[in-house]
């Protein structure tokens, strides 16, 4: 079955600081994949997305992802975190073109 | 670019009485429209999926007598929940699709439901 795994439910980080979060996917061939960013009490907002060609995809809000086939992942990443990314993040795959699987999600904490 | 409006953002209800919940797509015609449960510090779990004009497919282990989904027109999905107990109180999101499938999902700003 279909599935997406982000090993880490609770990332700290200080202001400034670069930031990672993982995200990790079981599925036979290559799905569309995504991240969303969520801030409490509020929907998805779509960062990116990678659905073929360049593996190192460029997002909104100065975030990027890159897709590596072999280890079936798709991390996020950004240089440098500003205390307004403090958030719910959510990877995403979609095995066809019809439905969302999410991660059980990790939440962004900054320090300033 | 796409918005998708939820109402009420948040709602307490008394157990056994039913609340309705809309999405609407303000700017674009949805014809897919989905419905997404949210558990707190858990993920999103798709309910059903909801087709104008047509009845809508839920994911196994959801009551569909429970969660009425209606698709009546390309702009509006309503979800009610009826009989409402504390055990339905929950983060309740939807999404619109664009007809490009998953590339074009704009998500609402979802519903808090307490019941009490």
């Known amino acids: 079955a279909q599935s997406v795994t982000q090993p880490d439910i609770h990332i700290t980080v200080s202001e400034g600081a670069s930031l990672e979060l993982r995200c990790n996917y079981s599925?036979?061939?290559?799905?569309?994949l995504f991240w969303y960013v969520q801030s409490p009490g509020q929907g998805l907002q779509l960062l990116l997305k990678y659905f073929s060609g360049d593996t190192l995809v460029q997002g909104i809000k100065g975030f990027e992802a890159e897709f590596k086939r072999s280890q079936s992942s798709f991390n996020l990443r950004k240089p440098s975190v500003h205390w307004s990314d403090a958030a719910e993040y959510f990877c995403?795959?979609?095995?066809?073109?019809?439905?969302?699987?999410f991660g059980t999600g990790t939440r962004l904490q900054v320090f300033p | 670019g796409a918005v998708v409006s939820q109402h009420p953002s948040r709602v307490i209800c008394k157990s056994g009485t039913s609340v309705k919940i809309e999405c609407r797509s303000l700017?674009?015609?949805?014809?897919?429209m989905f419905w997404y449960r949210q558990f707190p510090k858990k993920s999103l779990m798709l309910m059903a999926t909801s087709n104008e004009g047509s009845k809508a497919t839920y994911e196994q282990g959801v009551e569909k007598d429970k969660f009425l989904i209606n698709h009546a027109s390309l702009t509006l999905s309503t979800l009610t929940v009826t009989s409402a107990h504390p055990e339905d109180s929950s983060f309740y999101i939807c999404?619109?699709?664009?007809?490009?499938?998953?590339?074009?999902?704009?998500f609402g700003s979802g519903t808090r439901l307490t019941v009490v």
């Open positions: 599925y036979g061939a290559t799905p569309y």
């Open positions: 995403a795959v979609a095995p066809n073109t019809d439905k969302l699987i």
């Open positions: 700017d674009f015609q949805a014809t897919t």
């Open positions: 999404s619109a699709g664009l007809g490009q499938g998953v590339n074009g999902y704009t």
